[in-house]
């Protein structure tokens, strides 16, 4: 079973930035799409940030120009690296691999596509 770790969250202030990480011993996540998901108090899981595995990039509108997902392919991980955080980016974040061909899963970036999923890390923005 596909299962990936993720860490880095914490307690920020507006404006502050943070590092998340996604990592897994099991398998080379080179080979595949790596997606980030957030779900905040109330609300529904929703698609982030997401590397293919031709190494592109993708962003929601919400977080372009704020976040920049890579990989690091030599440590087996894929980084969020998140600044001027929002009150609105508190959420609950995960990373996710991709299940269908490495490529597809982040055009739509949605929780259908992915099929491993991480226990999450807690990102909370607060003054």
């Known amino acids: 079973q596909l299962q990936v770790e993720e860490s880095g969250g914490g307690l920020v202030q507006p404006g502050e930035s943070l590092r998340l990480s996604c990592s897994t011993s099991?398998?080379?996540?080179?080979?595949?799409?790596i997606g980030w998901f957030r779900q905040g108090p109330g609300k529904e899981r929703e698609g982030v940030s997401c590397i293919d595995n031709m190494e592109k990039a993708y962003y929601k509108d919400f977080v372009k120009g704020r976040f920049t997902i890579s990989r690091d392919n030599a440590k087996n991980s894929v980084y969020l690296e998140m600044k001027d955080l929002k009150p609105e980016d508190t959420a609950d974040y995960h990373c996710?691999?991709?299940?269908?061909?490495?490529?597809?899963?982040?055009?739509?970036?949605?929780?259908?596509?992915?099929?491993?999923w991480g226990q999450g890390t807690q990102v909370t923005v607060s003054s």
């Open positions: 099991r398998y080379p996540l080179r080979n595949y799409a």
């Open positions: 996710a691999i991709g299940v269908v061909d490495g490529l597809q899963e982040c055009l739509r970036l949605v929780p259908a596509a992915f099929g491993a």
